[in-house]
């Protein structure tokens, strides 16, 4: 009997008519499709996706830097272990080139895609979870460029029946605490007494612990459940530092920068936080993700899902720890642009009760129509040496 293995790998580039300098990375999108056994799978990088296409097709440079695509494509697939087995073989052979954590969480999450159909089971129960838990959306939106529009953007949110909100990037962070404090208390009156508010900075402060301790006391006073990304993945002792200041009373938040499984361990063993963030798209697919899920369980550490892009990629993000009940909250961007909602016919909507459901289906469950991103699709091409490495594939 023949084997099941990959046939092609395909990254799409598609972005918006016009990409502003802010924080939201729905504005394009990586998108990628993966072929084995007569089905298909799709999946989404969180990164820029013309290096990340690079990634995928560039001349090797040396034995630790090949480019992505020849360790995959020609690759048996026909269980979990060829899943994680080919991840490893990236990794190996990529080891250099840092761009292919990015590369590799798109194929990744089209493979848990392409193994699901191919088995007829959604990708989650592949991933070894029994059930499926509801998880709570929080509304996922910037700060307003004033208090008065983040107040604003809080009554919306809470106006739209959402019982958890986020407010990130944008300007907090950049002038005083007391501007800082302004946003707090607006967002605060605007989600009402009840609402759950949490708060992320986006890196601003790097590794400036005495800078992000004077938002401390607005954070208290506001009620914010985590601060997120206060500074950059790798300052862990400036997140231990931060956490140990903190005193359990605003709790830490990070990892959506984790590229690898070890990445958010250490910010979770060495950093204090709280809340281990993944974005599936960034860290290594829902392989590396599932891992980081099992071990902050075992560390009394909530798992939050990251995704600031596309339904596929939200998608993505929640199944590596859709098996974990008491970890409930999970992110859900309310900016999203309109290429972000081309990409898949069907929607994570809330339900009547306000909760996000995962499809039952085959692998994510969702379906990805081409002729709805294609008015987004960008015409690429990319020759070495007069060597044609890549172009935009047929769709």
């Known amino acids: 009997m023949a084997r099941t293995t990959v046939e092609s790998v395909d990254f799409f580039y598609l972005a918006m008519p016009r990409i502003d300098d802010v924080g939201d990375g729905s504005q394009d999108a990586c998108v990628v499709r993966v072929a084995a056994g007569g089905k298909v799978g799709w999946g989404e990088c969180e990164a820029a996706p013309l290096p990340s296409i690079a990634g995928l097709v560039a001349p090797m440079s040396h034995s630790a830097c090949l480019p992505v695509i020849d360790s995959v494509v020609g690759q048996t697939l026909e269980s979990v272990a060829d899943i994680h087995r080919i991840a490893a073989r990236v990794r190996a052979r990529s080891a250099d080139m840092l761009q292919s954590s990015h590369i590799l969480s798109g194929i990744d999450m089209a493979l848990w895609d392409l193994l699901g159909r191919l088995r007829d089971e959604p990708a989650w129960k592949l991933l070894g979870w029994k059930k ?34 986020k407010f990130g990037w944008g300007p907090f962070g950049t002038k005083d605490a007391q501007y800082d404090a302004d946003h707090l208390v607006a967002a605060r009156e605007g989600r009402g007494k009840d609402g759950i508010l949490l708060v992320d900075a986006g890196t601003i402060w790097v590794d400036d612990v005495e800078r992000a301790k004077k938002t401390l006391p ?159 699709l960008l015409d690429v091409e990319i020759k070495v040496g007069g060597k044609l490495l890549y172009r935009t594939p047929a769709i």
């Open 218 to 376: 607005a954070l208290e006073q506001t009620r914010a459940t985590w601060l997120e990304e206060p500074f950059i993945s790798s300052a862990l002792g400036a997140y231990g530092e931060l956490a140990k200041a903190a005193g359990g009373r605003v709790r830490l938040a990070g990892g959506e920068g984790a590229h690898d499984w070890q990445t958010a361990r250490n910010m979770i063993d060495y950093g204090g936080i709280g809340f281990v963030q993944v974005d599936a798209g960034r860290i290594g697919g829902l392989t590396d993700a599932k891992r980081v899920a099992d071990y902050a369980r075992g560390r009394g550490v909530t798992f939050v899902n990251h995704s600031f892009q596309s339904q596929l990629a939200l998608n993505g993000s929640i199944q590596p720890f859709a098996g974990i009940e008491q970890d409930e909250i999970c992110e859900y961007p309310m900016e999203a642009r309109d290429v972000a909602y081309a990409i898949t016919i069907e929607r994570l909507d809330r339900g009547a009760d306000g909760m996000v459901r995962l499809p039952e289906k085959p692998g994510l469950g969702m379906t990805v129509d081409t002729a709805r991103f294609k008015p987004y």
């Open 132 to 165: 499926s838990y509801p998880k709570l959306p929080y509304a996922s939106v910037l700060f307003g460029a004033t208090p008065q529009q983040t107040l604003e953007k809080a009554r919306a949110m809470t106006a739209k029946n959402f019982r958890a909100a």
